[in-house]
């Protein structure tokens, strides 16, 4: 079964590094989306992304964010410079078309950043 | 502030029992809910969705419930099974703040009892 795919699993950066989370979506899939959940709360909407530009954004999603599709199979987030409150698990999602009440958004099995 | 909010944090059920997790939303312009459930070190999965046009609808041990009036989401697990312990989210899609996000709730975490 296709599945969308995260790495790495797991990342721990410095404060003030620049971290680059990447995300393989399902092949036949046009829209992209990050989330994130920090510890022991909601999983939060950071971004959606279809054709190559930011459809939606939340105002979590400033200008230390920005996402990249470098190429045909990769969607990336990047935070340029990591805060501690930026620590949470990254959750890359993706479905065939975008309204989201008429496709699934498929999640990846997350990317777990710590910044100290 | 508009929210989408679990009634229990915690709930721990006999295997072989029914549960029930419960959800509340404000937005009443929300049209699509969705229940994901989430297994330690995994991102979510989809369980089982709802328009806003329904009151209910049944999938495989579950069922979920939506009730407008109160704006109340529950979701039912049938013959619980230890495979069911994980954190339930009810996630609501609200057509005003955008079309693709989902906008998720705290969390509930079952545990099954052996």
């Known amino acids: 079964e296709p599945e969308v795919t995260q790495t790495p699993s797991h990342q721990v950066t410095q404060m003030g590094q620049e971290v680059i989370l990447r995300c393989v979506p399902i092949s036949n899939h046009l829209y992209f989306y990050w989330y994130r959940q920090i510890l022991g709360q909601k999983v939060e909407f950071l971004v959606s992304f279809y054709n190559n530009e930011i459809s939606e954004k939340s105002e979590i999603f400033d200008d230390q964010f920005s996402v990249e599709r470098p190429d045909g199979s990769n969607f990336t987030l990047k935070i340029r410079s990591t805060k501690l409150e930026d620590s949470a698990m990254y959750f890359c999602?993706?479905?065939?078309?975008?309204?989201?009440?008429?496709?699934?958004?498929?999640f990846g099995p997350g990317t777990r950043l710590t910044v100290l | 502030g508009e929210s989408v909010g679990l009634h229990l944090p915690t709930l721990s059920v006999q295997e072989g029992d029914n549960s029930i997790i419960n959800c509340a939303y404000s937005n009443s312009a929300s049209d699509y809910f969705i229940w994901y459930k989430q297994e330690s070190g995994k991102g979510p999965q989809f369980i089982i969705d709802i328009r806003s046009n329904m009151d209910k609808r049944q999938g495989q041990r579950v069922t979920v419930l939506l009730n407008k009036t109160v704006k109340h989401l529950s979701l039912q697990i049938a013959a619980t099974q230890p495979g069911d312990s994980a954190v339930y989210f009810c996630?609501?899609?609200?057509?005003?703040?955008?079309?693709?996000?989902?906008?998720f709730g705290t969390g509930t975490r079952l545990t099954i009892i052996p």
């Open positions: 999602a993706s479905t065939e078309r975008g309204r989201v009440s008429y496709n699934e958004q498929f």
């Open positions: 996630a609501e899609n609200r057509p005003n703040f955008g079309n693709e996000k989902l906008t």
